[in-house]
């Protein structure tokens, strides 16, 4: 009964440090993506995957890669971190159709 | 772009009241509407997803409302209790059956003992 799992929970880094946040499901879901939540901005859309190896843009895509090798996984990495980067990130999956979206406890990263 | 608007962005009401939080969006032509509700510090917890062709989804004291008309859902909460402080967000996808969700900027409850 996992549902969305990311790893880890708190992070901080030093302006330049790179690092991967993890974010697994278990529902054989084909759809996911990457969200920031910043205050006075809402959520946003980093990147998405519509199935194994398949990955587009968002709405703010800049620092940020992903890729999908399996259809449970779905990496975020920040190469060189920046302190904009400092958000709560959170991780979501879907099925197909008109379904219901899930998303992952989040990650609080701070970039110093 | 659908865009999602939520007013207000606080609302503070006293134990037991009934209460409505409002969603707004641009393009009627949604394919569904999902309501979640965030703690403070935690994810965000599914609560309704109601289809284009539903007018209302209901889970338990929660009651959704859509009216793809006039732009508009609301998420309906009968006799409020402490446990539902929140922040609610509505969020539809950016456009057809886009994977896109497009979120509105929440609304923070709080419901005083």
């Known amino acids: 009964n996992a549902g969305v799992t990311q790893t880890p929970k708190f992070q901080v880094l030093k302006t330049g440090q790179s690092m991967t946040l993890q974010c697994a499901q278990d529902m054989n879901h084909e759809y996911m993506s990457w969200y920031r939540q910043d205050p006075g901005m809402g959520l946003r859309l980093i990147h998405y995957s519509v199935g194994a190896g398949i990955t587009d843009q968002g709405e703010v895509p800049n620092g940020y890669n992903v890729s999908r090798s399996t259809t449970e996984d779905f990496p975020l990495r920040l190469l060189s971190a920046a302190p904009s980067q400092t958000s709560v990130y959170f991780c979501a999956s879907k099925g197909t159709g008109r379904a219901e979206a899930f998303f992952g406890q989040g990650t609080r990263l701070t970039v110093v | 772009k659908q865009e999602v608007t939520q007013i207000p962005a606080a609302l503070s009401v006293p134990e037991g009241e009934n209460l409505v939080l409002n969603c707004s969006f641009t393009?009627?032509?949604?394919?569904?509407l999902q309501w979640f509700r965030q703690d403070p510090g935690k994810g965000l917890t599914s609560l309704l997803l109601?289809?284009?062709?539903?007018r209302e989804q209901t889970s338990g004291r929660l009651n959704a409302s859509l009216d793809k008309s006039s732009g508009r859902s609301t998420l309906y909460i009968a006799a409020s209790q402490p446990g539902d402080s929140a922040t609610y967000l509505c969020?539809?996808?950016?456009?057809?059956?886009?994977?896109?969700?497009?979120f509105g900027k929440g609304t923070k409850l709080t419901v005083n003992p």
């Open positions: 393009d009627s032509a949604i394919y569904n």
């Open positions: 109601i289809q284009s062709s539903q």
């Open positions: 969020a539809i996808p950016d456009r057809g059956g886009s994977e896109k969700l497009v």
